[in-house]
């Protein structure tokens, strides 16, 4: 069956698997990080001794919340499923057609699964969020028609380009904001323990040590996280050069279609035609 599809189709099911295998590698990386959290907060002494029923304890108090956590995960990325797979019936239903699936148990065949594997290694399909400009092709012919179909190629990749930058950048903004506040809480339990170190004798002062150096690793993150966010904010600055680019070719087909509408190759309520309209 995968074989029989268009190789537009292809490279739209290549999207799909390889944005929910950056979900997944994003739900793996929140399970270690929530591992580590829960040695550090459960296991900071040492030399502290556990018996049977206290390691059952911290197994079951962890396995509920890895459970909890990687449910919400799945039921997540079920939703999403959902919503992709409404998208494409709604662009079916402006067609005029309406799809169904009679037994949706058919995505359990292996063979199918396994020939998705060899879909992974094609390059990722652009969104289309908006007509193209391919329809006007067969009438308007020669170098324009190429150039017009180039243009909108590139205001599609342009969007795409903006969406991941945007999407990378609020990412970078969540951490930090949570970096940060893990840092002021450490800050202010740093202070409580230097203010009661002189009534809590050595086993204060071995605390207070270790949320110190807690403290300088979190520094260490924030400053990390701070960095990256500033060489992507740099890097908008060529996004912009780009988006001054689409407004200079938008002007262009605007002068295009005006010119098919003089000619008589372009109905007056532009039907067959689409106006660009560059995102800030």
Known sequence: MMDALHDIHKRQI?????YFATKRSRVVLERDAELEDFKTDKLM????????GEVEALLNEYHAQVMGRLRDALENQTNLSAVFIGHLLTQAEGSGMALQVEDVSVIEDNGQVSALRGLSTLPPLAPKSKPT?????PKIG????????????QVQDLEAEKKALQDRNTLIQTELTNICSERTQLSMEVQR?????????????LQLAQYQQQVMLKQEECDAIR?????????????QQLNRLLQQKNQEVKMMKQQLMLAGLLQQDGGEGVDLVADD
């Open 45 to 52: 002494d040492d030399s502290a001794m556990f018996n049977c």
């Open 142 to 153: 020669g170098a324009g028609s190429a150039d017009t179909v180039a243009l909108l190629q």
């Open 14 to 18: 290549a999207s799909f698997t390889q």
């Open 227 to 239: 960095a990256e966010l500033n060489a992507r904010l740099q890097e908008s600055a060529q996004f």
């Open 193 to 205: 323990l230097h203010e009661g170190n002189a009534a809590a004798g050595d086993s204060a002062s």
């Open 133 to 137: 400009l391919q329809s006007m092709e």
